[in-house]
């Protein structure tokens, strides 16, 4: 397995498109739940779009920083869901939260 990077590595036009996307979700789903669920949400689904469209970059360039940021943006996803009283959708998102961390322990298996 490769050592961590720990140089900067700025969000590509992809990713702000993605981010731009995830806050389209987010405000999308915001009448669903209370506003305190929403708000809990809403700041996750940027940056896990964000990380989301590169996570195979990020796994195999071991970028740690944009993975904590997405598994932090994911766990405030699943969070809001739960305060939404909303458990399938949150179960589903705690899915590939796990799945993400499982993938990113493992490392990269390519090249």
Not at 20 to 32: F, M, P, Q, T
Not at 99 to 106: G, I, L, T
């Amino acid at each position: 397995m490769s050592q961590t990077t720990s140089k900067a590595w700025p969000p590509t036009t992809r990713q702000w498109i993605a981010g731009a996307v995830g806050l389209a979700i987010g405000l999308a789903g915001s009448a669903d739940g209370s506003t305190l669920s929403a708000a809990i949400r809403l700041p996750g689904y940027p940056v896990a779009c964000m990380a989301i469209v590169t996570f195979v970059g990020i796994v195999g360039d071991r970028r740690i920083g944009w993975f904590l940021a997405h598994e932090a943006a994911m766990t405030a996803i699943v969070i809001g869901w739960l305060v939404a009283e909303r458990p399938g959708v949150a179960a589903f998102n705690a899915l590939w939260l796990v799945s993400a961390a499982v993938w990113f322990a493992v490392g990269s298996r390519g090249s």
